[in-house]
């Protein structure tokens, strides 16, 4: 089992930046594939970004591609997703997501979800 919990939500202007936490129990972090998906009012869950075991593999929506990091931190248990140049647009809950591979968590397919946090950017 791998609870996830996700920290660094809040409001912040178009423009700005936020670096969003994913804690992750259990010593099995370094073996699961990480992920960030998003969900607006309204809107189906989206994608966002992944990154492997390992943590050499990264993929992004087209999006968010340039303005968005995702990165590990195995001491810690820890995926980050760092945001940068915000837009309205990137309002949403954010949630992350445990897999077994990176091509499970693109797909939604992960057995492990966190509870999300709130994402606002103000115009």
């Known amino acids: 089992q791998v609870q996830l919990v996700e920290s660094g939500g809040g409001l912040v202007q178009a423009g700005g930046s936020l670096r969003l936490s994913c804690a992750a129990s259990?010593?099995?972090?370094?073996?699961?594939?990480m992920g960030w998906f998003r969900q607006a009012p309204g809107q189906e869950r989206e994608f966002v970004a992944c990154i492997s075991t390992g943590g050499s593999m990264t993929y992004y929506v087209e999006s968010v591609k340039g303005r968005f990091t995702i990165s590990r931190d195995k001491g810690k248990n820890t995926v980050y997703l760092q945001m940068n140049s915000l837009k309205p647009e990137d309002t949403a809950v954010y949630t992350c997501?445990?897999?077994?591979?990176?091509?499970?968590?693109?797909?939604?397919?992960?057995?492990?979800w966190g509870q999300g946090t709130q994402v606002t950017v103000s115009s």
């Open positions: 259990g010593r099995t972090f370094s073996t699961y594939a």
């Open positions: 997501a445990a897999g077994a591979t990176s091509d499970t968590v693109r797909r939604g397919l992960s057995p492990y």
